[in-house]
């Protein structure tokens, strides 16, 4: 994914832009698919963890109106 980002930003002078936005969501898609798999094969119900830890995260930061 951090490959990608730089790619998008073009942030590596020898290089410059060598990934798109579309690149960069898939990459993204990876990262939350793998830590999907990690965390059901370290909790009984990872959908349940998961929704607990979204709304400890909501409520840590609010949205702004």
């Given at each position: 994914?951090?490959?990608?980002?730089?790619g998008f930003l073009g942030?590596?002078?020898?290089?410059?832009?060598?990934?798109?936005?579309v690149d960069v969501a898939d990459e993204l898609c990876d990262v939350i698919v793998t830590a999907s798999v990690?965390?059901?094969s370290i909790v009984e119900d990872p959908?349940?963890?998961?929704?607990k830890k979204?709304?400890?995260?909501?409520?840590a930061?609010?949205?702004?109106?």
């Open positions: 994914m951090a490959e990608a980002w730089i942030q590596n002078p020898r290089k410059g832009v060598t990934h798109r936005r990690a965390l059901a959908g349940a963890h998961f929704d979204l709304r400890q995260i909501a409520a930061r609010p949205l702004a109106p």
